[in-house]
């Protein structure tokens, strides 16, 4: 029988790219890995891997190898739910990535609601930006994650996890206190706040701006939301933001509605298939679906 820490060590390496990138995530050294990989391909018999430059990649037995070990881990998770349904009070540890206004406008409330009903499950949250939260849940980072979904930018689905929706999140127009102008393009000539290059927020910000006419100038480039919002209320850009900002916040910036109907986004949670109904999983998603609204 394989090993199957060697074989979580193989699905790590086709899931991160590199032996360093698996060794920086489970904490050990780069030879350490390459130890045990090559200890499992004298247990399989076969190549494993093949050089590619300076890396590696997995041959086609590899590839068979993660595909058989994804079967084995989900089975294994099935088992923990089950497990874990069996028991009277909900306990262990649950991980959980979020994305930064759900962390900063909802997941406190639910936080407070998990410890008053399950003082023995120990919550662990981790701010991550929102374009990485699903591929660490694969990865097996978190066991549940607070994802969004801009509207026009459908995300790609994987197989193999779960979504569902918390709600629909209004996104508006900030601009500096006193102002007046309410069309997209009367902003042609503004300095914007924008998220950076790459993310799903700024694609679709970009593609608003495209719509309305011109190209946005994109003087201020963070992840950090209340960073735009604090530009706008200074007087020294305008920006799109989303209404969850404002349940953790107050502001002086003037607040309009986007021309052409809302534009929402959708936040949801998602976990790996397998886990749904697992005693921590369910309670974390129904504390979440009763402090976002």
Not at 147 to 169: F, K, S, V
């Amino acid at each position: 029988m394989y090993d199957l820490h060697r074989l979580r060590l193989l699905r790590e390496l086709k899931a991160r790219g590199t032996l360093a990138a698996v060794a920086k995530a489970l904490s050990y050294s780069p030879s350490s890995v390459s130890q045990q990989l090559s200890q499992l391909e004298a247990e399989v018999g076969v190549p494993l891997l093949e050089p590619v430059g300076r890396g590696v990649r997995l041959t086609a037995h590899a590839e068979i190898l993660v595909e058989h070990t994804d079967a084995i881990m989900q089975r294994m998770e099935l088992a923990q739910t089950d497990l874990a349904r069996a028991s009277v009070e909900v306990v262990g540890t649950l991980r959980i990535g979020a994305f930064q206004t759900a962390a900063l406008a909802f997941v406190p409330e639910a936080l407070t609601a998990l410890r008053e009903r399950h003082p023995r499950l120990r919550v662990h949250v981790v701010h991550i930006e929102a374009e990485l939260v699903l591929p660490a849940l694969l990865t097996r980072e978190f066991d549940l994650v607070i994802a969004e979904e801009y509207p026009g930018n459908a995300m790609p689905r994987p197989a193999g996890i779960e979504r569902r929706e918390l709600c629909r999140d209004p996104l508006r127009l900030a601009l500096p206190p006193g102002s007046s102008r309410r069309r997209l393009p009367d902003l042609a000539a503004q300095p914007w706040a924008m998220e950076p290059e790459g993310t799903a927020a700024r694609l679709w910000a970009m593609t608003v701006c495209r719509n309305a006419g011109f190209e946005p100038d994109v003087c201020f480039e963070s992840a950090d939301v209340l960073f735009h919002v604090h530009m706008v209320e200074q007087g020294h850009a305008v920006a799109l933001v989303p209404d969850l900002v404002w349940r953790s916040t107050t502001t002086a910036a003037v607040l309009r509605a986007m021309p052409g109907g809302p534009h929402l986004r959708t936040v949801f949670t998602a976990v790996r298939a397998g886990t749904e109904a697992h005693p921590a999983v369910v309670a974390c998603r129904e504390a979440l679906a009763a402090s976002v609204h």
